[in-house]
């Protein structure tokens, strides 16, 4: 199962293994060239796929397009829940045994959530022109969004705290001038599809803005 990193089938099922989960993001090519404008790309010209398959996700001719905009799923699903759509997608966060989900397009509209999942207190920031969210470990901080600065629409760079302190954004943690102060870590979250969601974790919570 990709979504728990657990075998279901097979005989590796037998045996007490889980996978590490490590952070990961879905952007837009120009939102990462932006931030690494010196990475390297495969050529798309593979001889399996034509280009027509790489089209954006929102091009008809794109590959799955007809799946993800339908409310079909490829197999049976039993344990449905309709506080969402079949195929909303969702930020995914677990920590011990609590699992929370986040609505993507309710995180790319707020930018900023602080929240607690179990006993973990989190941040989790996003940007407004894709899904790329990352979450971090906030410990006692409440975050914001830097005040009467043009953050713009992309992934946001530096945070503010309660206290006024300025924190920085980078790929692996949050972090201020202070050295004496510990880095807040990010942490390992998953992009799905409600249903999949649920239907691996039917004790979420779900995530709801004021």
Do not use: C
């Amino acid at each position: 199962s990709s979504l728990i990193g657990e075998p279901v089938i097979g005989e590796l099922a037998q045996r007490d293994l889980k996978l590490d989960f490590f952070p990961v993001e879905l952007t837009t090519w120009e939102e990462w060239l932006g931030e690494h404008p010196d990475t390297k790309v495969l050529s798309r010209e593979t001889g399996y796929y034509s280009l027509k398959f790489y089209e954006p996700e929102t091009d008809s001719d794109s590959i799955y397009y007809d799946y993800r905009v339908s409310a079909e799923t490829m197999f049976p699903v039993w344990d449905r829940d309709d506080r969402l759509d079949t195929k909303e997608e969702v930020l995914g966060f677990s920590s011990d045994d609590s699992h929370k989900a986040y609505p993507v397009v309710t995180l790319r509209e707020l930018r900023v959530v602080n929240d607690t999942v179990g006993k973990q207190n989190i941040v989790i920031i996003s940007s407004r022109n894709s899904s790329k969210v990352r979450v971090y470990e906030s410990e006692n901080h409440v975050f914001d969004l830097m005040p009467d600065a043009e953050v713009g629409d992309d992934f946001p760079t530096t945070l503010i705290d309660q206290m006024g302190i300025q924190w920085t954004v980078t790929q692996d943690a949050l972090f201020m001038a202070n050295e004496e102060h510990p880095d807040l870590s990010r942490l390992p979250s998953r992009l799905s599809f409600w249903f999949g969601w649920f239907a691996i974790h039917p004790d979420t919570d779900l995530f709801e803005s004021e």
